[in-house]
């Protein structure tokens, strides 16, 4: 049986980072309004942003939030039928 | 580090070293001279120093709001708790139809404080995970 991830969020933040003239942690924090040590939190996967954050960050990055954040809804019972 | 953490380890430091002043003069002075070393709680009020603004960098954002917010909640319970049980100590130490001296409830606030930000900053830097 696969075992669960604790976060159902999954990102492309640091992909995305990279894609984007390889911008730092700092520089996207700098444009969203947050902390380093957020952005370090978000990629790492151990913090769910608020839906502001989502969508500050996706358009830093110029895309749609679901082009940055994907719900794992897999096994979790939740998925709309 | 974050704004937050260098905040929390220096209340927790605060806290610690009042601790060992008050500890290492009891022996010396006396318990109630001793409460003098309290007065190194004094520092708190550098706290909103590790707050403010860097050159237009954010120091304090939505995680740390929720980070100190499940840190008070977690410091109020245990504060709580501790003061019905401090409150039972009172009657087991003084008796039931004692006294408790006003030494005591002076430096009460300072205990009171002093635990609230210890457990705060414990709450705090455990959930930014020590680092």
Redesign the interface.
Known sequence: MARKSPNPLENRIRRLRFDHGEMTQQQL??RV???R??II?LEAGK?T??LL?AFRIARAFGVGVEDVFQYDDADRGTAAN | M??MQKFAWFNLAVVLLSLSVVLSLLPIVGAQRAQVGLVILGLFGLDPLFLRSKR?????????TLIQRRSVIVAYTIFWLGLFAGSGLAALSYGLDGAVPVSVIMVFPAYAAMVLLAVMSVATLVQ?GWR
């Open positions: 924090a700098e309004g947050v902390t040590q957020t939190a913090y942003p608020s954050l | 974050s704004a237009g960098r954010t120091v304090f954002d939505e995680r740390d930014y």
